[in-house]
């Protein structure tokens, strides 16, 4: 293993469960705890990413928004999935620069919005599948967030968050309240959609996660 990397999953394991440490975990912002965040995002989700945008099943008429795109491991296999419009909407100005720097095709729109409201640029019943990566944890209040998805999602369309729930039960309460899959689950059925879930292991520790998946309702 890479010494950077041995190094960034000692300090993560020193300091996890601070409120520093899960800040930088939900948006890189400080220059140490920044970069272990930033080191095992890379290191440790790419996986995961592909395996999440294989199970949202993207055609080449869906349109896609990616809420938390981080340095773009899901993006690059969305791209290569459809040439409709793409929302990638990120809080980090950081992983923003990183992913205007893919260079990923004029349909991909990098958005600087927090996700809880997107309304001057997601128009109402117009997203087709919806993906989260690492991400769900963070959303508070949780309900503001689906109830935003519920709109821009089409009826009929997907949407998935992909979840490490095993690996951020230590992180801090107040940063990251949504560490039970069973609440999740519940939360979108109150927003209106329906849900299920799934546990995905790829094979490697980094490589487990549970895909909950959500279906905006026809009627
Ligand atoms: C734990 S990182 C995961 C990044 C990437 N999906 C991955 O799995 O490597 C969470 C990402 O979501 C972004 N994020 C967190 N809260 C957000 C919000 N309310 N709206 C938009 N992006 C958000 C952060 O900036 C960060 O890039």
Known sequence: MKLYLILARNLFSLFDGTGIMTRNMRKPSTPV????????????????????VQELRV??????????SGNGLALLEVVKQTSQAVYAVEISGIFRSQLRALNLGQNVSILDRDASNLKSEIDDNSIDK?????????????NVYLDEFFRIMKPGGM??????????QNFDETVAPNKSEADVVQALLQSGFKATSEFIDLGDINSRYTAIKFYKPFF
């Open 33 to 52: 705890f920044g970069w272990v965040a930033t080191t095992l995002m890379k290191a440790g989700n790419a996986k995961v990413a592909v395996s999440a």
């Open 59 to 68: 055609s080449q008429t869906d349109c896609v928004c990616e809420v938390g």
């Open 130 to 142: 919806l993906l989260g990566v690492n991400l769900v944890y963070f959303l508070t209040p949780l």
């Open 159 to 168: 949407g998935i968050f992909a979840c490490k729930f095993d690996k951020i």
